[in-house]
């Protein structure tokens, strides 16, 4: 584990090469394609096994010489950056060119797979043992190549925002771990965080009530926002009300989660957590989780803009486009959780020590809230001290 945390406290160094081998791999792959030869991931196949992606369905001598030039092109920029760090036009056009390969790469190509995974992942991880129930042979019939390719196109997305970040903040003449600077301000304070977060946490919160009422509905025998044909389908489909209910329950349970994330319970264990009571709850418990359900929700959302099948019944419609205000809404949430949890930067030093242990929370929280919050009811953080 100590290796791996060293291997990954690196990040700034090899996220440039990890993403211009990617790019160079899926530029050669392009090439290959675009001379004819198997495997194209985006070729017409037939509907049980095709994704929902924007680009399902497209003919390959047209998307395949687009793949081999912007993969070689990418490989090239993503060297150039971990080179080149000078201010100026050129630096300007290598972020604008990693932040578009890094957006389309993680929200715009791919669907819903990623959220699928992260929510059926227990699942999975039982199925590869004892195989997947019902007229489907094993894992390999729900991980077939055209949604393993989104996985894989998805990981080389989040290789290009962290070169980008990377380079960006070298460009900056800031910290590549941290992003701060010596000389500059100290940043919003943890109410202005507090602010942005709570509001955040509401968007997430109320985004996905459509789809946690129509799916238990649903799951009650109520047709709400369908035919009743639609419904007796479903009820004669082994699972798969039982899937959207226990999709509904887990949205709900996460929304109650995600309250956590501004307030004190979410920073310091509460008294009803005995083994942990009053000790300092590890921000990457809430930041990591968090994160891949917000980047994973949103093009989820935006898979349905380009979905015209299901525009004709609105509850399968409406609801899942307000996973994009979900997914924005927690992301808000969470990089100002982050921000308000961090402390001194182990690499430039910059920032204060012990911002977030629990002496310093409970001092900054105001006596009453601090009453409420020891007997584990929900607190108001009125802390006013600056975050650095």
Not at 70 to 79: K, M
Not at 115 to 122: E, G, Q, S
Not at 203 to 228: D, K
Not at 353 to 378: F, I, T, Y
Request: proline share 6%.
């Amino acid at each position: 584990m100590t290796t791996i945390w060293r291997w990954w406290a690196y990040w700034p160094v090899w996220s440039g090469y990890a993403a211009a081998a990617f790019s160079l791999l899926y530029g050669v792959l392009g090439l290959y394609w675009w001379a004819g030869r198997d495997g194209f991931p985006f070729a017409p196949i037939d509907e049980d096994h095709a994704s929902a992606s924007i680009l399902e369905g497209s003919r390959v001598e047209v998307v395949a010489p687009v793949i081999a030039a912007v993969g070689l092109l990418g490989a090239v920029v993503a060297l150039v950056m971990t080179r080149h760090a000078r201010p100026g036009r050129l630096s300007t056009g290598l972020v604008v060119f990693g932040w578009a390969m890094a957006g389309a790469l993680v929200l715009i190509i791919p669907d819903y797979t990623l959220i699928a995974l992260v929510a059926f992942a227990p699942l999975l991880l039982v199925f590869a043992f004892t195989g997947v129930p019902g007229d489907q042979a094993g894992v390999g019939d729900i991980l077939y190549w055209h949604r393993t390719n989104l996985i894989i196109i998805f990981v080389g997305g989040l290789l290009w925002a962290a070169a980008t970040l990377a380079y960006r903040r070298r460009v900056r003449a800031a910290c590549v771990h941290c992003g701060r600077r010596h000389g500059a301000d100290d940043g919003p304070s943890r109410q202005t965080l507090l602010w942005w977060g709570r509001w955040g946490v509401v968007v997430a919160c109320l985004a996905p009530l459509p789809y946690e009422v129509t799916r238990v509905a649903w799951a009650l025998g109520l047709p709400l926002g369908i035919t009743s044909d639609f419904l007796r389908m479903m009820q004669d489909t082994p699972g798969m009300l039982a899937a959207g209910l226990g999709c509904a329950v887990a949205s709900a349970a996460g929304g109650v989660l995600t309250h956590g994330l501004v307030r004190r319970w979410g920073e310091v264990y509460p008294r009803w957590i005995w083994f942990r009571a009053g000790k300092r709850v590890p921000p990457a418990l809430a930041v990591v989780p968090a994160s891949i359900v917000s980047v994973t929700i949103i093009p989820a959302g935006l898979m349905f803009l380009w979905t015209p099948e299901t525009r004709g019944t609105w509850a399968l419609y409406v609801p899942s486009l307000f996973w994009i205000a979900w997914g924005v809404g927690l992301g808000v949430a969470t990089v100002a959780y982050h921000l308000r949890r961090r402390g001194a930067c182990r690499r430039c030093g910059l920032g204060h020590v012990g911002d977030d242990r629990p002496d310093v929370l409970r001092r900054a929280q105001p006596s009453g809230d601090r009453e409420r919050d020891s007997s584990g009811v929900g607190a108001r953080d009125g802390s006013q001290g600056n975050l650095h």
